[in-house]
């Protein structure tokens, strides 16, 4: 079946510009995360929603990241006014929900912010 | 400050040998563990895991031990072939956390030599 699907891949975006990355997680996934990864380094967790609500947002750098899932599927990640520092790849991740489920993840997005 | 630690940047192994990756972690709540598998442009891939009540889980040419009181944990693959080349990621979670979110450690960068 189809896995978890991610656009755009690549995003180039001017310091101080809004941008929008989304992702559409595997079909009946409840569970949904949005992880940050520099280069480097490991992902590291922003943001996480059971089905329509957000139960965590505790990693979200700073209060220009938004992340919004409406319908309990498709979740947005927007990032205003964006710094260098923003720059990396943005992964989603969706799982079942049930007891140690493994995150299946995207092939991410590829932020850089000039 | 890093609650799972994979100190070993990279690694370089003959084809036919073990590859043996390892990671520590510091955050005693922690009781399930995943190893992912990450290819260069693609998003981590779930590989397998151990749960905090074990000490072994074996998937065919992988193998992952748990040492809770050394709070540390290692990857086997034998024997090791080329499509192995991959960065691993040693990820962590805890049920109390109130979701499936993981903690991942920096990754180690496998090569096998043919």
């Known amino acids: 079946g189809a896995g978890v699907s991610q656009s755009p891949r690549y995003k180039v975006a001017k310091r101080g510009q809004d941008v929008a990355l989304r992702c559409d997680p595997i079909?009946?996934?409840?569970?949904l995360f949005w992880y940050q990864q520099a280069l480097g380094q490991g992902p590291e967790f922003l943001t996480y929603?059971?089905?329509?609500?957000?139960?965590?947002k505790s990693g979200l750098p700073s209060d220009r990241f938004f992340a919004e899932r409406p319908e309990g599927s498709v979740s947005t990640l927007k990032i205003q006014r964006t710094q260098q520092e923003d720059s990396a790849v943005y992964l989603c991740?969706?799982?079942?929900?049930?007891?140690?489920?493994?995150?299946?993840f995207g092939n991410g997005t590829r932020l850089t912010v000039t | 400050d890093q609650q799972v630690k994979q100190n070993s940047p990279s690694l370089s192994v003959q084809e036919g040998r073990i590859s043996i990756l390892n990671c520590d972690y510091t955050?005693?709540?922690?009781?399930?563990f995943l190893w992912y598998k990450k290819y260069p442009a693609e998003g981590p891939t779930f590989l397998i895991s151990?749960?905090?009540?074990?000490d072994k889980n074996e998937d065919g040419r992988f193998t992952v031990f748990l040492n809770k009181s050394a709070k540390h944990l290692s990857l086997h693959i034998v024997p090791s072939q080329p499509g192995d080349s991959a960065v691993y990621f040693c990820?962590?979670?805890?049920?109390?956390?109130?979701?499936?979110?993981?903690?991942f450690g920096k990754g180690t960068h496998l090569i096998i030599q043919p």
């Open positions: 929603f059971q089905n329509e609500a957000q139960l965590d």
């Open positions: 991740a969706s799982s079942l929900g049930t007891e140690n489920s493994p995150l299946h």
């Open positions: 955050n005693s709540m922690f009781d399930y």
């Open positions: 151990i749960s905090s009540i074990k």
């Open positions: 990820a962590a979670r805890y049920s109390g956390g109130g979701a499936d979110g993981l903690t």
């Open positions: 079909s009946g996934h409840v569970s």
